[in-house]
């Protein structure tokens, strides 16, 4: 653990999130800092983070992998959260076109939160958050995924 970051992680989350171990995420956000932070939160719950700085990357990713919960910023380069969202519900194979997402982002643009929930995103998060929320947020779209797709959690 770097030395400047301190396990804040009550009991509470470490229960509420260590019936997901070995379950994989994408993370999907133009920075590199976001996707070491959001990495390093959840791989210390020993769930699987993939990640990707831009939505086409993301998008062939979703494609080949199986992919529980998605967390996608709304402001990226070429290819905004939105667009990726579109293509993602476009999908034909219903297990992924359902994959539960989080738009995750710093974006000041008027009523993001609508139209991200109007675009297919399941929740919206402001950058920057309280980690409890955020991990709350996971904690319940990947209880929803694993509904869908393995059962026997």
Do not use: H, W
């Amino acid at each position: 653990m770097p030395d400047n970051f301190e396990d804040t992680r009550s009991e509470k989350d470490r229960r509420d999130l260590d019936i997901f171990q070995g379950l994989t995420i994408l993370v999907v956000d133009d920075s590199t800092d976001i996707l070491f932070l959001i990495t390093y939160i959840f791989e210390s719950y020993a769930i699987q983070v993939m990640t990707a700085s831009n939505a086409f990357a993301a998008f062939e990713i979703i494609k080949q992998f199986t992919v529980y919960l998605l967390i996608i910023d709304i402001a990226m380069p070429f290819e905004n959260g939105y667009l990726l969202i579109q293509k993602v519900r476009s999908l034909t194979p219903p297990l992924t076109r359902e994959i539960p997402a989080i738009a995750f982002t710093g974006s000041s643009e008027d009523k993001v939160d609508k139209k991200a929930l109007a675009s297919g995103f399941q929740t919206y998060i402001q950058k920057p958050s309280y980690l409890e929320q955020f991990i709350a947020e996971v904690a319940k779209l990947l209880q929803l995924s694993c509904k869908r797709i393995c059962p026997s959690l």
